[in-house]
């Protein structure tokens, strides 16, 4: 269907990857680390779950918010392909400060962590755009492609660091996880050859003494106008998403019958499976709005984004249609969760490599980095939304949020779609020029 890839697509695909294997597979393990009793066999550290939940809803939104100054930093210092470097060396530097038991080396070990994916996630997202020229019709394909890679890790570590924290102790987990990076640093290092045009810093004119002022173009206004857009998305968007592995996986445990054939699936299992659907999916989805183009009827970016938070709101349906036959007294059919992660994935593919594309389309060179910084800082936010959003279950009743959820992201996704005239002219305005 596409004209071949340029190779440094490969080496940012496998890099990513096993730097998602290392954010997951250590997510996988912290709340659980944190709230082990700290006796016994595989120790934790005791904590209760309310303040363990509070870590992990503090650490999920600073390591996206840690992307602003990432970004700042390629697109000012360093350039993309350095800061890429660096930040994953802190990101495995961090993980194997956390193998060590020892609540400086806990604390020491996060703080790295946050930094290193502040300076990795965001640049090297920039970088997949970079491999593709202005106009250049596979911009789209490759970040699908890339976003699969993000799942393949996604997908692989909960099992893996999870099974090995669980069964032979946190520690090994995360040192585990701390290997994982490392072995994408090699990847990187190796490919450095096929990216050699890639990621570098942009020289920047200085006029002496003065600083160069030129005011906005409407287009550029246009642009930013859609990017801001796009993040008020993301924000409502991660804020539902993210209740996978809260509420949801909570949920998971309690009140849905996870037997089948006389095996009851463990509920740690079911953090994968979202990601196994991107893995299966990612090529469907985007297969389907691109022939959707194809026939003339080009869906902008917010069009599509406006519709996956629409199908994000069936997913959470689904949660309600759970909540309302468990509240008959039975544990609810696990086909309404598997119905609600397969929607929700679909909204997710709809909008989150669709973003990370049209960012890297639609902002100014000098800015690329930053533009993709405080994209992420937004997710970081959606992040910190889910966790708020999921603690209301415990006053307000599962149903009640899980529905509350899905009228919020009907009534969102319409208003964007009210305003879609208006919108429809302002993207098509702002991507026509580039694409
Ligand atoms: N699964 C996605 C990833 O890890 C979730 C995400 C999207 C995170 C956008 C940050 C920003 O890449």
Redesign the pocket.
């Given at each position: 269907m596409t004209s071949r890839h340029p190779k440094g697509l490969a080496i940012l695909f496998f890099t990513e990857m096993w730097e998602?294997f290392s954010f997951y597979g250590m997510r996988a393990i912290l709340v659980l680390y944190l709230t082990k009793e700290t006796m016994g066999a595989n120790p934790g550290l005791g904590w209760s779950n309310t303040d363990a939940l509070a870590l992990y809803g503090w650490y999920t939104m600073l390591v996206?918010v840690m992307s602003i100054p990432g970004g700042y930093v390629a697109d000012r210092l360093l350039g993309q392909k350095k800061t890429v470097f660096i930040g994953g060396m802190f990101i495995a530097l961090g993980q194997l400060t956390l193998a060590i038991d020892n609540m400086v080396a806990f604390y020491t070990g996060l703080a790295l962590i946050i930094t290193g994916v502040g300076g990795l996630?965001p640049n090297i997202s920039t970088m997949v755009g970079g491999l593709y020229k202005q106009g250049d019709s596979r911009r789209d394909s490759g970040f699908t492609i890339f976003y699969i890679g993000?799942?393949i890790g996604?997908a692989s570590a909960p099992l893996l660091v999870g099974y090995v924290g669980e069964v032979y102790g946190w520690h090994y987990g995360f040192g585990l996880a701390g290997i994982g990076m490392l072995l994408g640093q090699i990847v990187y290092i190796w490919g450095q050859k096929y990216l050699k045009d890639v990621g570098n810093l942009l020289p920047v004119k200085k006029t002496e003494g003065k600083k160069e002022h030129t005011p906005l173009t409407k287009i550029e206004k246009d642009r930013i106008i859609v990017l801001l857009i796009s993040f008020l998305i993301v924000i409502v968007f991660w804020g539902a998403y993210e209740q996978a592995g809260g509420l949801m996986n909570l949920y998971t445990k309690a009140k849905i019958n996870r037997v089948v054939l006389g095996w009851e699936i463990p509920t740690s299992l079911f953090q994968s499976v979202p990601a196994f659907f991107v893995i299966i999916l990612g090529t469907a989805v985007a297969s389907f709005w691109a022939k959707r183009q194809l026939k003339g009827k080009e869906a902008s970016s917010l069009f599509k984004m406006a519709i996956g938070t629409f199908i994000m709101g069936f997913g959470f349906l689904m949660m309600s249609g759970a909540a309302l036959e468990a509240a008959t007294g039975v544990k609810a059919m696990l086909i309404w969760l598997i119905a609600s992660y397969l929607l929700q994935v679909i909204g997710e593919l709809s909008i989150?490599p669709v973003a990370l594309s049209f960012i890297t389309k639609l902002a100014p060179a000098k800015y690329a980095s930053i533009m993709m910084g405080i994209y992420?800082a937004a997710?970081g936010l959606g992040n910190k939304l889910a966790g708020l959003v999921g603690e209301l279950a415990s006053n307000a009743g599962e149903l009640e949020v899980f529905t509350g959820i899905a009228v919020f992201c009907f009534a969102f996704g319409a208003l964007l779609l009210v305003f879609f005239k208006k919108l429809k002219v302002l993207t098509h305005n702002a991507e026509a020029i580039t694409n």
């Open positions: 998602r996206y996630k993000i799942n996604a989150s992420f997710t």
